[in-house]
């Protein structure tokens, strides 16, 4: 990676922000369109909140939570397998209940064991559901979808504390999308999303965004904010923006809502503390969730390090929130930022600029769309 010191205007591309967004568009224009690009970033690392390290105790951690890597995209595995080799994903969460782990997201072993029945089969467990439901033609939030999916007791014992502390909103004053984005099995499938591609990179996401900018024609300034070199940049020069949209347009219209996380990494003197990479806590302590990376890292270490999560209303920006007073205020900085493209050559991309949680196949293929609609500017 060149990493320059200090900004110069001289530059055919200007990217804010070296995550996975960040690193894919500066790679695409130096590489596809010859650009020479610089990529500004406030932290003093690339890869954005996919970011990887490693302990003290040299262990490697997923500096801002666990990232799982999963696509169903075959053209994308072969992008990304340019700049790394992968090991299988082994993404298995349990939830920890009065003391018991219980395979999450739920499924038929989850089923079995909370209704005492080691019998149940796939048509035994929907008869068992179908009467447990509480019927919702059109969810409306996040309560009403679980109501109508598992019932009243399943609800109460893996979503609602879990949504309150993750959260501190109650689920009924949250999207469907919410907790619809976790399935429910009927088979079981332990693994943690049912994706084609489960993969992990080989040498940790660091190393991958990392190889993505080596290219001669990426600089990387480091350490240095957006408003700090805003006015320096050339009127009218090719700008990709990945920050907060917010920020960008100076809260014009309001500050959108963020969810913030709060890491503990604690080391253990021992191979393994937990059966499986994550397990979560409904109902018990004051985090949501402990990760032991280890299990998705496959790094061989004597000891460990579990992270504990605490959710927090203060701090980076992790979660949009996803209620209706937050769409409406998205909305009209999307409509500023439209102008800004057509005026100015500053095009918005990712979780910060649109204010969306993305996982990172989906942030990429964002990332990808910006590139060809670039390009094609480029091409006429
Ligand atoms: C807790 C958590 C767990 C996740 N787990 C998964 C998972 O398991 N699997 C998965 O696929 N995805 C996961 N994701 C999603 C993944 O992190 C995102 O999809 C991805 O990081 C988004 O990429 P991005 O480039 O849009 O944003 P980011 O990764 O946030 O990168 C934006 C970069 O811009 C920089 N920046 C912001 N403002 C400025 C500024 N003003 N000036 C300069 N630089 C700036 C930031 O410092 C940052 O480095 C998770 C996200 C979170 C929060």
Redesign the pocket.
């Known amino acids: 990676m060149n990493i320059v010191k200090e900004f110069r205007a001289d530059y055919d591309a200007y990217i ?7 690193c894919v568009l500066a790679e695409r224009l130096a590489s596809e369109l010859n650009l020479k690009v610089l990529i ?4 003093n690392h690339v890869a ?3 970011f990887d390290t490693y302990h003290q105790s040299g262990v490697m951690i997923h500096r ?7 696509t169903n995209s075959e053209e994308m595995v072969q992008y990304l397998s340019k700049f790394t080799g992968w090991i299988p994903g082994n993404y298995i969460v349990k939830s920890s209940v009065n003391g018991e782990l219980y395979p999450f997201p739920i499924n038929l072993l989850t089923l079995r064991k909370f209704f005492n029945d080691e019998t149940l089969d796939a048509d035994g467990v929907e008869a068992l559901l179908e009467s447990k439901r509480i019927k919702c033609e059109n969810p409306t939030n996040s309560e009403e979808f679980v109501l109508s999916r598992v019932g009243k007791d399943m609800y109460e014992t893996f979503y609602l504390g879990y949504t309150l502390k993750q959260w501190s909103i109650h689920p009924k004053d949250l999207a469907a999308s919410v907790c619809g984005r976790i399935p429910v099995r009927l088979n079981t499938d332990e693994r943690y999303v049912d994706h084609k591609f489960q993969l992990t990179p080989d040498k940790g996401f660091t190393a991958m965004f990392g190889n993505m900018v080596t290219h001669e024609n990426i600089d990387i300034l480091l350490e ?4 700090s070199i805003r006015n320096s940049i050339p009127k009218g020069r090719l700008t990709i923006y ?3 949209i917010d ?1 960008y347009f100076g809260h014009s219209h309001g500050q959108l809502e963020w969810r913030s ?1 709060e890491f503990e990494f604690k080391e253990y003197d021992q191979e393994y503390i937990q059966p499986c990479v994550q397990i979560n806590y409904p109902k018990e302590h004051d985090y949501t969730r402990t990760v032991e990376i280890k299990h998705v890292t496959g790094q061989k270490h004597p000891h460990t390090v579990i992270s504990y999560e605490y959710p927090r209303a203060e701090g980076d920006p ?2 949009p929130v996803p209620r209706e007073k937050n769409d409406a205020i998205y909305k009209q900085y999307k409509s500023l930022a439209e102008q800004e493209t057509l005026n100015n050559n500053v095009y918005f991309c ?3 600029a649109e204010y969306k949680y ?6 990429i293929d964002r990332a990808m769309n910006t590139f060809y609609l670039i390009k094609s500017k480029y091409d006429n």
């Open positions: 804010i922000g070296a995550g996975p967004v960040g500004v970033e406030k932290r954005g909140n996919c801002y939570g666990p990232h799982y890597f999963r240095a904010d957006f408003g990945t920050g907060q920020e996380l992790y979660y990712g979780r910060l993305f996982n990172t196949d989906e942030v």
